[in-house]
């Protein structure tokens, strides 16, 4: 059955219908858990606020448990599910690139749009700054195109690289999210703050 | 179902962390049992951007291999992409939540610590970065990271531990304006 638009059962028009259904529930569930505080979000890499922490691992487990059982009743075929491509050295320099930038701005992109749909004018400063970031990759494309197409290793799962199956792997990732629960609650008990 | 849980924490600020986690969640499974992929921001960005360059400059668009790039993989007009319309509800439901919660204000937030001045200019160069790194590493913290660790994708790890743990590491020196 699923998915639906890679098997032809909706139309091309009605995938992008439900794709911006399925924003104003991302935009709606993103802005009412606090991510369009920049303050709020940055409280996870000092102890204050781990909202971001919690969200993040709870989604991402939710979808992943969902999407095995999807599997297991036949609803999905998760051989047609898009997985991202590895390119190793770019992915790495990628992410700690974007580290940077989500330490000295306190948004990501989703976030940032979250914040300037409610008028943080950072927010929007911050989305002219991706803008910029963009073009200045396009603009400057053959100076790095050797490192962002070096290393490429397919599109590896990690449960595969570990030797793992994914039901078990998923069961992993549920007990080390549990650990960081823990670990984040004690961490707001111990570096409390006023709610931005 | 997203309202019914609004009114349900109606005595806090904001949703349950864990609540908002699981409807993260089920809106990404939704994501990827419609369209066969999960969700993302960084790629509308890109697609405004390539749209742009084929209005402003057709010339360069021949001659940049970034545009040759994107429209190996995407096919018609740039705007007309799952990410483009996924971001305009991004920036719709964004609203609704903050209209419904009375959080629709003209601000800058920062820290007390620091000028408006000066959280407009790092906004503006964190902004940049983000977006630089976004290209590099295919994807931002919803298409790569968050997306791709649903999927079980290895560089959705990858990219993940790459983001947070360069914020961790760099913490310390930007503390002043957060705290």
Redo the contacts between chains.
């Keep these: 059955m699923g998915p639906l638009a890679v098997n032809e059962i909706i139309s091309e028009n009605t995938n992008l219908f439900l794709a911006f259904i399925i924003g104003i529930g991302f935009g709606f569930v993103l802005e009412s858990s606090g991510f369009s505080s920049s303050r709020k979000l940055a409280g996870v890499f000092y102890g204050y606020d781990m909202v971001v922490l919690k969200v993040f691992f709870t989604g991402a487990i939710t979808a992943m448990l969902g999407l095995l059982l999807f599997s297991l009743f036949g609803w999905i075929d998760l051989s047609m599910v898009y997985v991202n491509p590895l390119y190793l050295p770019s992915a790495i320099a990628g992410g700690v690139i974007m580290g940077v930038g989500f330490i000295l701005g306190g948004y990501c992109p989703g976030t940032s749009f979250c914040g300037a749909s409610i008028g943080k004018i950072d927010a929007m400063i911050f989305i002219i700054g991706l803008f910029l970031g963009v073009i200045i990759f396009a603009l400057g494309y053959n100076l790095w195109d050797e490192l962002y197409m070096a290393g490429y290793k397919g599109e590896p799962k990690i449960s595969t690289a570990l030797h793992l199956s994914d039901g078990f792997f998923a069961l992993l990732m549920v007990i080390i999210a549990l650990a960081m629960f823990w670990v984040a609650e004690l961490a707001e008990k111990k570096f409390p703050r006023e709610e931005y | 179902m997203?309202e019914k849980?609004?009114k349900k924490t109606a005595g806090t600020?904001?949703?349950n962390?864990?609540m908002?986690?699981?409807?993260?969640?089920?809106?990404?499974?939704?994501?990827?049992?419609?369209?066969?992929?999960?969700?993302?921001?960084?790629g509308a960005?890109?697609s405004?951007?390539?749209s742009a360059?084929t209005v402003i400059a057709p010339s360069a668009e021949e001659k940049?291999?970034?545009?040759k790039?994107f429209k190996q993989t995407h096919h018609g007009n740039p705007m007309?992409t799952?990410?483009v319309?996924?971001?305009?509800?991004?920036?719709?439901?964004?609203?609704?939540?903050?209209a419904i919660?009375g959080?629709?204000?003209?601000?800058?937030?920062?820290?007390p610590k620091i000028t408006s001045r000066k959280?407009?200019i790092?906004?503006?160069?964190?902004?940049?970065?983000?977006?630089?790194?976004?290209?590099?590493?295919?994807?931002?913290?919803?298409?790569?990271?968050?997306?791709?660790?649903?999927?079980?994708?290895?560089?959705?790890?990858?990219?993940?531990?790459?983001?947070?743990?360069?914020?961790?590491?760099?913490?310390y020196f930007?503390?002043k304006?957060?705290?």
């Design positions: 997203e849980e609004i600020k904001y949703l962390p864990y908002g986690g699981v409807l993260l969640g089920l809106v990404l499974l939704a994501a990827n049992f419609v369209a066969g992929r999960g969700l993302g921001a960084s960005i890109k405004v951007v390539v360059t940049s291999d970034f545009v790039e007309k799952w990410l319309f996924q971001m305009a509800g991004v920036i719709v439901g964004g609203f609704l939540s903050g919660a959080r629709l204000k003209l601000k800058i937030e920062h820290s959280r407009l790092l906004a503006l160069l964190g902004g940049i970065f983000f977006g630089f790194g976004s290209q590099l590493g295919r994807g931002c913290t919803s298409g790569a990271a968050l997306s791709g660790m649903a999927v079980l994708s290895l560089g959705g790890f990858v990219t993940m531990m790459a983001i947070f743990g360069t914020g961790y590491v760099l913490a930007f503390r304006n957060w705290i």
